[in-house]
């Protein structure tokens, strides 16, 4: 079930994404920002809890430490990619001040 949660969740995040894609031309730069960083957000705990559910952290304590760590660096990568990949194309001046 909690699986099932998950999937809805990411698959929520790109409808949001897509539309905010279709219509970025008609919304100010600081509310597309905002809500794409809000959509990215709900799609990095959608993946966060898809892998946590899927993936058991082992037994032994000695290596249950590379499981946040795992999710720590699955999130930072996905962070990068939201921000020098997805963020230019919906505002390519965004890193720009005004």
């Known amino acids: 079930m909690s699986r099932r949660v998950f999937k809805i ?3 929520i995040a790109f409808i949001i994404w ?3 894609f279709v219509i970025k031309d008609s ?3 600081s509310f597309l920002i905002g809500v794409a960083t809000l959509t990215f957000l709900v799609f990095s705990f959608g993946v966060q809890g898809l892998i ?4 058991r952290p082992p037994a032994t304590k000695g290596e249950l430490i ?4 795992f999710i ?3 999130w930072a990568l996905m962070f990068l990619v939201f921000v020098f990949f997805i ?5 390519p001046d965004f890193l720009i001040k005004m």
């Open 52 to 55: 946590a559910h899927s993936v």
């Open 72 to 74: 720590w660096i699955l």
């Open 27 to 29: 919304l100010s730069k």
């Open 87 to 91: 963020m230019p194309m919906y505002c």
């Open 9 to 11: 969740v990411i698959a």
């Open 18 to 20: 897509v539309f905010l």
């Open 66 to 69: 590379m499981f946040p760590l």
